[in-house]
Antibody, heavy 124, light 110 residues
Framework: EVQLVESGGGLVQPGRSLRLSCAASGFTFDDYAMYWVRQAPGKGLEWVSGITWNSGSKDYADSVKGRFTVSRDNAKNSLYLQMNSLRTEDTALYYC?????????????????WGQGTLVTVSS | QSVLTQPPSASGTPGQRVTISCSGSSSNIGSNAVNWYQQFPGTAPKLLIYNNNQRPSGVPDRFSGSKSGTSASLAISGLQSEDEADYYCAAWDDSLNALYVFGTGTKVTV
């Protein structure tokens, strides 16, 4: 059974840092790209960042570019999100999501499994 | 910031058919596959439809997806009370550094 368990959220002051973790199990972690998606309270979903299976490519939403860094440790089956210079607008539930595709490497990715999320609150 | 537009709400009675629209542009829906996610209050999103019209294992066949041009639709036929949830469309966007964009979300009430 695929499981994704996020941790590391909490209350932090603006300008400070936080590191989120996502522990994966139930699948061959280093075969898949992984992503972070967030949801502000009462709002919709927002793609935050993604990383390929070998960390060869990393992408970020413009809203977090230069402040957030995604990484992974395939030996530990873990995904991370280092969040620096946090702003009040970064307050959200952060989900990690496993990406999958049907077909060859040119086939489109979709998020087939999601964790339950970890809440980040940025407030003074 | 959502670039895919959905109606904020949709409703129906049990057994009815409900359709949710998702409007995008040539850089996202117009050139990439659409996925749909279902989210119940207080829970994580769940993949409902991938690659425009494919259902993952376990998703009832009363859920169906379609795409035409720069728009997509999710249809729920034979609406059931347990279908009451938020629904989001999503697609990759070629013009925004390979961003994955979500729709604004639609609350379905039964």
């Amino acid at each position: 059974e695929v499981q994704l368990v996020e941790s590391g959220g909490g209350l932090v002051q603006p300008g400070r840092s936080l590191r989120l973790s996502c522990a994966a199990s139930g699948f061959t972690f280093d075969d898949y790209a992984m992503y972070w998606v967030r949801q502000a309270p009462g709002k919709g979903l927002e793609w935050v960042s993604g990383i390929t299976w070998n960390s060869g490519s990393k992408d970020y939403a413009d809203s977090v570019k230069g402040r957030f860094t995604v990484s992974r440790d395939n030996a530990k089956n873990s995904l991370y999100l280092q969040m620096n210079s946090l702003r009040t607008e970064d307050t959200a539930l952060y989900y990690c999501a496993k990406a999958s595709r049907v077909g060859d490497s040119r086939s489109p990715l979709f998020f087939d499994y999601w964790g339950q999320g970890t809440l980040v609150t940025v407030s003074s | 910031q959502s670039v895919l537009t959905q109606p904020p709400s949709a409703s129906g009675t049990p057994g009815q058919r409900v359709t949710i629209s998702c409007s995008g542009s040539s850089s996202n829906i117009g050139s990439n596959a659409v996925n749909w996610y279902q989210q119940f209050p207080g829970t994580a999103p769940k993949l409902l439809i991938y690659n425009n019209n494919q259902r993952p294992s376990g998703v009832p066949d009363r859920f169906s997806g379609s795409k035409s041009g720069t728009s997509a639709s999710l249809a729920i036929s034979g609406l059931q009370s347990e279908d009451e949830a938020d629904y989001y469309c999503a697609a990759w966007d070629d013009s925004l550094n390979a961003l994955y964009v979500f729709g604004t979300g639609t609350k379905v009430t039964v």
